[in-house]
């Protein structure tokens, strides 16, 4: 899996360099000298979690190995206005066309660390972990599931490979809770898989259906009101892992912690959050 992910990063920056540089930056080729040399810092002008550190470096050494990078903050620290993350050396001409992919980069991740810290404290004291989604900037996933982790929270699947997850339009076109879980060990028999297996369930009749027939390792309850998942707490009775899901903000979010879930999935740690300000400035 981590050589999937290297390739996928990987790509990511080589994409990245093709839409933003593609023949040529041709304000720097042109007002800077080849040989020119200098620095720059990253300025942090929020307050926040920070995140993407690792990935700046990699960015920096993929488009130019001589750019000597000095990191003063680590990912995962608490910073703000004013906060030197790091110093970056080298040609002046790399240091600019790396510039804004940086800080790109930086500013969503940092952001999603931060939004997921402020989640992952209204949970502390509680059994209960954070989880994200796959509502993800596409291409990004990677990146931004790593901030979750930095901001203190727990990935779920990262994709359709990872996990079997049977949600209504699965159980929908397959006709049923018990013919979709079926089906579902025949194909892992018939794969040799041991994939862990979740359901979603909408009602408690459905949630009734995936007890009796058993087979999953976790349970999905979408949607259930506060009551109706300490109702549902009280019914499994720790036979299966609970998820909740579905409407849950940071409002929120400490009440169903309160039932006794094992797991919270929030989209918004990704899909909706602001990115950290910050910048990358000359240094005389």
């Known amino acids: 899996m981590e050589k999937i992910n290297n390739q996928l990063i990987d790509e990511l920056i080589r994409l990245s360099f093709a839409e933003d540089v593609g023949e040529g930056d041709c304000t720097t080729l042109s007002t800077i000298p080849a040989s020119a040399q200098g620095k720059m810092q990253l300025i942090i002008k929020d307050e926040g979690i920070l995140a993407g550190i690792d990935m700046a470096g990699r960015i920096f050494r993929t488009f130019d190995p001589d750019l000597k990078m000095t990191v003063f903050i680590r990912d995962g620290a608490k910073v703000k206005n004013g906060d030197i993350a790091f110093t970056v050396e080298g040609k002046v001409q790399s240091l600019l066309q790396t510039e804004r992919l940086t800080l790109n980069v930086m500013q969503r991740m940092s952001g999603i660390a931060t939004t997921t810290r402020r989640y992952a404290d209204k949970l502390k004291g509680t059994k209960t972990r954070i989880l994200d989604t796959r509502k993800t900037t596409p291409g990004m996933r990677i ?3 790593e901030a979750v982790k930095i901001g203190g929270g727990t990935n779920h699947r990262i994709g359709l490979f990872d996990m079997i997850l049977l949600k209504d339009n ?3 076109f ?3 809770i018990e013919k979709a879980i079926v089906r579902v060990k025949q194909y892992l028999s018939a794969q040799g898989e041991t ?5 979603e369930v909408r009602n408690f009749d459905e949630l009734n259906q995936v007890i009796e027939t058993g087979e999953v390792n976790r349970i ?6 506060v009551e109706n998942t300490r109702k549902a707490v009280e019914l499994v009775a720790g036979r299966y892992e609970l998820e909740s899901s579905g409407g849950i903000t940071f409002d929120t979010i400490g009440d169903y912690a309160a039932t006794g879930v094992d797991y919270i999935s929030v989209g918004a740690l ?7 300000d910050m910048s990358l400035k000359s240094v005389s």
């Not at 999905?220 to 009101?225: A, H, K, P, R, V």
């Not at 990704?270 to 950290?276: E, G, I, P, Q, W």
């Open 174 to 176: 397959a006709g049923g």
């Open 170 to 172: 699965h159980i929908d």
């Open 220 to 225: 999905m309850l979408d949607n259930f009101s």
């Open 270 to 276: 990704t899909h909706s959050v602001k990115s950290l």
């Open 195 to 199: 994939l862990p297996v979740e359901i």
């Open 143 to 145: 990146l931004e599931k």
